[in-house]
C-alpha cells in the first residue's frame, strides 16, 4: 500500500505488515471470522499498516469476498498454490514491506484497536526484536478464557499465543522464516528458535488478540506434541539437561498424567529456573494435595481410647487432643516440612535437598 509508505515518511512511524493466510473460506463457512479479522486490523489506531492476504488458489468464492475488501483499500491479496500454511506465511515474509511484522491467522481478531500501535512502541522504545502480548482464547461453546503470554513456559507450550507477536521482518529473513519440516507446528518452532538465539523480546502488558480455539495445531495435538517436543529438545532441552523423552512429557504438562509422583519430581526437579521450575513445583504441589479432604484419623490409647484426631487439608495436617485442644500443626511442601505446637509456635522445620 503506497499511501502507507507515503504515511510512514511523513509520520515518522514504522510500517507494520500484517500477513493473514486463507484457503477457501467459504466452503469452510469462514466469512463471518476473515470479515472481522480484515476489520479488526483496519480499525487499529496506528496509521500505517499493510494488510497482506495470501491466498493458497481459493475457488469457492473466497477471492470475490476478498476482492471487496482490497477495492476499498483495506488489504493486498496475493492468491497462488502453496505447499501448507507456513509455506504461505514465508511467502508473506518475502513480500513484506514492513520493518515489523505479524501473523493473525483468518479465525482471530484483534479486540483492542490499540494492539498495533502498543506492540510497535514497546518494541521502538526496548530497541527489541519481538513482542507479544496476552491473548483471549474463544472456545466453540462460548466461553473465554484469558492466556497470560509468559516466555517460561516455553518448555510445555503455554508461553504466549504466535497471533499477539510483532518480529523484526529483517529477522525473520535472517532466520529463514517458518522450518516447513515442522508440518504443525512451525510458528512454536520459531518461537522456539528465536528464543534460543538470545533475541531481545517484550512483553506488552495487554490483551490484545481473540484466538479461536481449534485452529490448524489444535485438531492435530498428536503431531502438535512431536514437533513442540522435538524443537525444544533441538534448540534448548540438549543444552539444558533434558533428553528427547524429557520433552516430549513436558508438551501440555502432559507427565503429571503419564508419570508417577516420584517421576514427576525426578523431571521437575531437571528443569532449570529460567524454564518455569517455580510454576512446575506450584502444580505439583496443587495436584498432589488437591482436594485432599479427608475425614478425620483417631488414634486410640490402648486400642480403644480414642485421644488424637488429625484432619487433613490440602497440605496441612490437623492434630487434636480428644479433637478439642490443638496441640500441632503440619504443612507440608516440596523442599520442606513446618511443625507447629499448639498450631502457631513454630518449632521444627525439616528440609529436603533436590
Known amino acids: 500500500m503506497n499511501d502507507n509508505l507515503v504515511l510512514e515518511k511523513e509520520a515518522n512511524v514504522p510500517l507494520v505488515t500484517i500477513v493473514t493466510i486463507t484457503y477457501n473460506l467459504i466452503e469452510k463457512k469462514r466469512e463471518a471470522c476473515i470479515k472481522q479479522c480484515i476489520e479488526s486490523v483496519h480499525d487499529q489506531t496506528y496509521p500505517c499498516i499493510e494488510h497482506l492476504i495470501i491466498d493458497g488458489a481459493s475457488n469457492d468464492g473466497t477471492l470475490e469476498l476478498l476482492g471487496q475488501y482490497q477495492k476499498q483499500g483495506f488489504i493486498e491479496i496475493v492468491s497462488e498454490a502453496d505447499e501448507g500454511i507456513y509455506d504461505a506465511m514465508n511467502k508473506g515474509i518475502a513480500r513484506a ?6 501473523f493473525l491467522n483468518s479465525d482471530d481478531f484483534f479486540h483492542n484497536n490499540k494492539a498495533v500501535e502498543m506492540s510497535v ?11 507479544f502480548a496476552d491473548a483471549m482464547l474463544l472456545f466453540e461453546n462460548g466461553k473465554e478464557y484469558l492466556w497470560e503470554g509468559d516466555v517460561s513456559k516455553l518448555l510445555w507450550g503455554s508461553h504466549y499465543c504466535h497471533q499477539t507477536m510483532f518480529v523484526r521482518t529483517e529477522l525473520m529473513r535472517a532466520i529463514g522464516g517458518f522450518d516447513l519440516s515442522y508440518k504443525i507446528s512451525a510458528d512454536t518452532e520459531m518461537m522456539i528458535r528465536l528464543y534460543a538465539q538470545k533475541a531481545l523480546y517484550v512483553k506488552v502488558p495487554f490483551s490484545i488478540v481473540t484466538y479461536r480455539v481449534g485452529g490448524y495445531s489444535s485438531q492435530n495435538q498428536a503431531q502438535s506434541r512431536m514437533d513442540h517436543s522435538a524443537a525444544f529438545y533441538k534448540h534448548i532441552g540438549m543444552k539444558i539437561g533434558l533428553s528427547e523423552k524429557d520433552c516430549f512429557f513436558c508438551w501440555n504438562l502432559r507427565f503429571f498424567d503419564e508419570l508417577s509422583k516420584e517421576q514427576q519430581f525426578e523431571l521437575i526437579c531437571k528443569v532449570p529456573r529460567e524454564y518455569g521450575l517455580k510454576h512446575l513445583l506450584h502444580e505439583f504441589m496443587a495436584r498432589t494435595y488437591a482436594g485432599s479432604e479427608v475425614s478425620a484419623k483417631l488414634y486410640y490409647l490402648f486400642g480403644f481410647v480414642p485421644v488424637l484426631k488429625c484432619k487433613c487439608r490440602g497440605n496441612k495436617r490437623y492434630f487434636r487432643l480428644f479433637g478439642v485442644l490443638p496441640v500441632l500443626k503440619v504443612v507440608k511442601s516440596v523442599r520442606k516440612d513446618k511443625y507447629y505446637l499448639f498450631g502457631f509456635i513454630l518449632m521444627l522445620k525439616v528440609k529436603r535437598y533436590m
Do not use: F, T, V
Open 97 to 102: 514491506k514492513g520493518k515489523y511484522i505479524n
Open 121 to 131: 512502541r514497546a518494541l521502538e522504545e526496548k530497541h527489541a526484536d519481538y513482542s
